[in-house]
């Protein structure tokens, strides 16, 4: 079974830019989530997908941060003006559904440097 | 609001055991484990549902407390390859996406 794909792998801006990642799940998962990693803390969810529906982005900063998913399967996550404090791993993880106690499985991330 | 874990680092030599703990001050409906390793993504080792089961997985087991709102994780007979840090995602009911703690540095020693 193929694991999450993310794209690009790095990524270095200069502040003010705009940059997207892109995010394909495991086949057949239809809960997707978006997770920001500030180096040497724990993941922090930006926002979650059911299938093409958002289910949760309250801590997702909408005056500069935006994600969608079509068409419930691929998923892009834009920031546009980046600044300095967006430097991180954006992560994308999926599960089969959005049922409690479901494994989230991750992939391998994009490492974002805002300079 | 983000789990609290406990102890912050730990150094062992091979073969030693660990704990590690992850509180809330919430009321949860499962708790997930995760391994980081450096400069990759998180792995998925268990997740402990609320009824107090214990899970184990190799030497590597965990308990969740669900009076206390605690789950731990075992370490048994540490190898190398258990180096990492160790996180705790926790969820509150509604299916909603994990909130993780800070984190616990493992460091094995041969």
């Known amino acids: 079974e193929a694991g999450v794909a993310q794209s690009p792998r790095y990524k270095i801006i200069e502040k003010r830019q705009s940059v997207a990642f892109w995010c394909n799940p495991i086949?057949?998962?239809?809960?997707l989530y978006w997770y920001q990693q500030i180096l040497g803390q724990g993941p922090k969810l930006l926002i979650q997908f059911q299938n093409n529906g958002v289910v949760d982005d309250s801590q997702l900063p909408k005056d500069r941060f935006s994600a969608e998913r079509l068409k419930g399967v691929d998923s892009t996550l834009k920031i546009q003006p980046a600044k300095l404090e967006d430097s991180a791993v954006y992560l994308c993880?999926?599960?089969?559904?959005?049922?409690?106690?479901?494994?989230?499985?991750f992939g391998p991330g994009t490492r974002l440097t805002v300079t | 609001q983000q789990p609290v874990q406990s102890p912050q680092a730990v150094i062992l030599r091979e073969g030693e055991d660990a704990v590690i703990n992850c509180s809330s001050s919430?009321?949860?409906?499962?708790v997930h484990w995760y391994r980081q390793k450096h400069g990759e993504a998180p792995v998925f080792l268990m997740i402990l549902l609320k009824g107090g089961e214990q899970k184990g997985h190799d030497k590597i087991s965990a308990s969740f407390n669900e009076k206390k709102q605690q789950s731990s994780l075992y370490l048994t007979a540490s190898q190398l390859s258990y180096s990492g840090t160790y996180f705790c995602g926790t969820e509150a009911a509604g299916a909603d996406g994990l909130t993780f703690g800070k984190g616990t540095h493992l460091i094995i020693q041969p």
């Open positions: 086949s057949g998962h239809a809960t």
């Open positions: 993880a999926s599960s089969l559904d959005w049922t409690s106690g479901r494994a989230g499985h």
């Open positions: 919430k009321a949860l409906y499962s």
